[in-house]
């Protein structure tokens, strides 16, 4: 049974900084590995998503990594903002279902 | 393009009540559609999904149940609500299984008093 776990559960960093977070898996055999990012009270939009046979994505301040063998994963944000504040949640697709981490809740203060 | 649209937004339930949830999906064919559950302090929940009419995959043993009466309508529904059916409701739907990414509603709040 695949787990999901995000480290840490919660994040709060001074405005401009860099920062790095973390996702493992326990069953290497995913088709892919997607984070999201999620507003209180609000739906999950979709940062980045990377198929298995891929090691990283890049979107604008945001890289994702994926090391299969190892099962891990890391979300950089670069030169944080405050509206970077939200859930980022990683989720890692097998055979037939999407398995969600519980997330890490980042607050970047000004 | 595609969107997706899941109603209401916030429900107040009295314990016993029935439920119906409701997402549709616009400008896309066919699509999987997903029930998932945010209870307060956990991670997400899949409850159902789907690939096409009248299919429906059940994860997770419960009081709720699911429906696809059209290719783009997707029903969260219960004949009797618990106290522990409280929590966030995600309708999500993808293009394929396995490789493409999920694109969320914006929720549903259900309370059950």
């Known amino acids: 049974k695949q787990e999901v776990t995000q480290i840490p559960a919660a994040l709060s960093v001074p405005e401009g900084e860099n920062l790095v977070l973390n996702c493992s898996f326990t069953d290497s055999a995913i088709y892919n590995l997607q984070w999201f990012r999620q507003d209180p009270g609000k739906g999950l939009t979709s940062l980045l998503l990377i198929q298995s046979s891929q090691r990283e994505q890049t979107s604008g301040r945001l890289n994702a990594s994926l090391d299969k063998s190892s099962g891990r994963s890391t979300l950089y944000i670069a030169a944080s903002q405050p509206g970077d504040s939200a859930t980022y949640l990683c989720?890692?697709?097998?055979?037939?279902?999407?398995?969600f981490g519980q997330g890490t809740r980042l607050t970047i203060n000004p | 393009s595609q969107t997706i649209h899941q109603w209401p937004a916030t429900l107040v339930q009295p314990v016993g009540s029935p439920l119906s949830l409701e997402c549709t999906v616009e400008?896309?064919?066919?699509?999987?559609l997903y029930w998932y559950r945010q209870a307060a302090g956990r991670g997400l929940q899949l409850l159902f999904y789907?690939?096409?009419?009248?299919?429906i995959s059940s994860e997770v043993p419960q009081n709720l149940s699911a429906s696809r009466p059209q290719d783009r309508q997707f029903i969260l529904s219960s004949k009797k609500l618990l106290l522990s059916d409280s929590g966030f409701y995600l309708c999500?739907?993808?293009?394929?299984?396995?490789?493409?990414?999920?694109?969320f509603g914006s929720g549903t709040q259900l309370s059950v008093l």
């Open positions: 789907s690939v096409g009419i009248g299919q």
């Open positions: 400008g896309t064919s066919n699509p999987n």
């Open positions: 999500a739907w993808s293009v394929g299984q396995g490789g493409d990414t999920l694109f």
């Open positions: 989720a890692v697709q097998g055979a037939q279902k999407l398995v």
